[in-house]
């Protein structure tokens, strides 16, 4: 499903085709250092940041969930599993937090957000409904132009790619928002219930390219048989 949507700063007689994605996902079939999805943002500049997605994977190797990049910054705001010290690790402006203790498994779908605030500096993770502690990071909006993909870890803005960090597996229900969700909010998201979709990306209506062999497929949901004996 298409959605027509006439964005911010472009002029009335021009239209941009959103992709509704619900039920679909994203398939990374193979490790590689140009495939990947690049996400085309509705709103630039963020004194906040709240991302969530959810996404399944049997890599036993670090690998990236989220990346962008802006001309300042590599690392504008990337979301990172580091695995030889299992740790999820948040980059903003390419300053850099630990967060381990996470049950991280391998072949089960992770739901997965991470909210920062410019003004206090403040990272938290919530990680299949579990918030960690949070933390400071770094302090200071994003004001730059954003490049944000998914599927490759940026070293440069759109380039850079290294095939050890590239992501193989699926994702879906990808949302950004430039504010910090709240925690009841984010506990929806957590659990396939109501929530504010992204203001700054939506899965409902999201506008993207893909580059490279990246597939758009239906996510397999089984509904249960009743059968009656009479």
Same mark, same amino acid.
Request: charged share 20%.
């Given at each position: 499903?298409?959605?027509?949507?006439?964005?911010?700063?472009?002029?009335?007689?021009?239209?941009?085709? &959103?992709?509704?994605?619900?039920?679909?996902?994203?398939?990374?079939?193979?490790?590689?250092?140009?495939?990947?999805?690049?996400?085309?943002?509705?709103?630039?500049?963020?004194?906040?940041?709240?991302?969530?997605?959810?996404?399944?994977?049997?890599?036993?190797?670090?690998?990236?969930?989220?990346?962008?990049?802006?001309?300042?910054?590599?690392?504008? *705001?990337?979301?990172?599993?580091?695995?030889?010290?299992?740790?999820?690790?948040?980059?903003?402006?390419?300053?850099?937090?630990?967060?381990?203790?996470?049950?991280?498994?391998?072949?089960?779908?992770?739901?997965?957000?991470?909210?920062?605030?410019?003004?206090?500096?403040?990272?938290?993770?919530?990680?299949?409904?579990?918030?960690?502690?949070?933390?400071?990071?770094?302090?200071?909006?994003?004001?730059?132009?954003?490049?944000?993909?998914?599927?490759?870890?940026?070293?440069?803005?759109?380039?850079?790619?290294?095939?050890?960090?590239? *992501?193989?597996?699926?994702?879906?229900?990808?949302?950004?928002?430039?504010?910090? &969700?709240?925690?009841?909010?984010?506990?929806?998201?957590?659990?396939?219930?109501?929530?504010?979709?992204?203001?700054?990306?939506?899965?409902?209506?999201?506008?993207?390219?893909?580059?490279?062999?990246?597939?758009?497929?239906?996510?397999?949901?089984?509904?249960?048989?009743? *059968? *009656?004996?009479?």
């Amino acid at each position: 499903m298409e959605i027509q949507e006439e964005r911010q700063g472009v002029s009335s007689n021009c239209f941009v085709l &959103l992709s509704d994605l619900s039920g679909k996902i994203f398939t990374f079939p193979q490790p590689t250092n140009t495939a990947h999805v690049r996400l085309n943002p509705i709103k630039q500049s963020y004194k906040a940041v709240t991302v969530c997605h959810r996404s399944v994977t049997d890599l036993k190797r670090s690998h990236v969930l989220f990346s962008l990049s802006t001309p300042t910054n590599d690392n504008g *705001f990337l979301i990172y599993w580091q695995n030889e010290n299992q740790e999820m690790r948040p980059h903003v402006r390419d300053a850099r937090l630990e967060y381990g203790g996470w049950d991280y498994k391998p072949n089960m779908w992770h739901s997965i957000c991470t909210t920062w605030d410019s003004v206090t500096g403040l990272v938290q993770i919530w990680f299949d409904g579990k918030p960690s502690i949070r933390k400071y990071v770094i302090s200071g909006a994003i004001n730059e132009t954003a490049t944000l993909l998914l599927g490759q870890e940026q070293d440069s803005p759109g380039g850079g790619f290294d095939i050890n960090e590239s *992501f193989v597996g699926m994702m879906s229900d990808v949302h950004m928002w430039e504010y910090i &969700l709240s925690p009841c909010e984010i506990q929806n998201y957590m659990d396939k219930g109501s929530f504010t979709p992204g203001n700054v990306l939506n899965w409902k209506a999201l506008d993207f390219q893909i580059i490279g062999n990246v597939l758009i497929e239906n996510q397999a949901v089984c509904q249960p048989q009743f *059968f *009656f004996v009479g």
